[in-house]
C-alpha cells in the first residue's frame, strides 16, 4: 500500500516526457580584441538544430529540460572581394529551466540555463579574387587551432500544444574559443535557433 502511494505521488508530481526536435540556426561569432571588434562585419550563417530531449515537470508551471542537440554554428563575412564560411558542428547538452502556464490546451513557456558543448567538425571556405579554398578546422591548444570545449546561457520561449513545440532560443558563449589571448584576442559563439519538435509522455 506505501509503495502503491509513493508511485502516484511521484507520477503526478513529477512528469516525465521525452521529445525530438530540428530547426534552423542563424549562427554568427563574436570576435574581438582590445583594440577593436572584428566581428562588426560578419553575417549570420544558416544552419540547423537537431536532437532529442528529456522534461521532468514539477507541477504545472515548473519543468527542467535536458537535451542533446546537434547545432551549427560559425559565421559569414562578405567584404571588398573577400569571401569567408566557418561552419562549425558541435553536440550542445543544454539544461535549462522552463516556467510558464497552460492557457487551455496551449502551454507557454519561458526557458533558461547553461549548456555544455562539445566540437565535432567543422569547415572553413574562403574565396579572395580568382583564389579559393577550403580547410578542415583543427581543434586543439595550438595557436592555429580551435578549443574544442564551449559553454555558455540559453534563453528562450515557446509554446506547447498536443505534444508539438515550437520555440525560440538564443546561446550566448562564454568559452573563448581561440587559443590565441594576445591583447584580450577572443571569439565567442552566438547562435540564434527556431525548433519544432515532438514530446511523448505527459
Request: no cysteine; hydrophobic share 40%.
Amino acid at each position: 500500500m506505501f509503495f502503491s502511494l509513493l508511485a502516484l505521488i511521484t507520477t503526478q508530481t513529477f512528469a516525465q516526457k521525452f521529445g525530438v526536435q530540428g530547426g534552423i540556426n542563424l549562427a554568427n561569432m563574436l570576435v574581438k580584441d582590445d583594440d577593436d571588434t572584428y566581428s562588426d562585419e560578419f553575417k549570420s550563417n544558416l544552419g540547423f538544430n537537431a536532437g532529442v530531449t528529456f522534461e521532468i515537470g514539477f507541477g504545472d508551471l515548473i519543468a527542467v529540460e535536458a537535451g542533446l542537440i546537434a547545432d551549427t554554428k560559425g559565421f559569414k563575412v562578405e567584404e571588398q572581394g573577400y569571401k569567408e564560411t566557418l561552419n562549425l558542428i558541435y553536440a550542445d547538452i543544454p539544461v535549462l529551466l522552463k516556467v510558464g502556464p497552460s492557457l487551455g490546451p496551449v502551454k507557454i513557456f519561458a526557458a533558461a540555463g547553461p549548456y555544455v558543448g562539445i566540437g565535432l567538425t567543422g569547415k572553413d571556405k574562403w574565396e579572395w579574387d580568382a583564389e579559393s579554398g577550403t580547410e578542415d578546422v583543427e581543434w586543439g591548444s595550438g595557436e592555429e587551432e580551435m578549443k574544442r570545449l564551449d559553454y555558455g546561457a540559453k534563453f528562450g520561449a515557446g509554446a506547447e500544444v498536443a505534444g508539438f513545440v515550437v520555440g525560440a532560443y538564443y546561446s550566448l558563449g562564454l568559452a573563448n574559443l581561440s587559443n590565441d589571448s594576445e591583447n584580450g584576442y577572443k571569439a565567442q559563439n552566438r547562435v540564434l535557433s527556431i525548433s519544432v519538435g515532438y514530446k511523448f509522455g505527459k
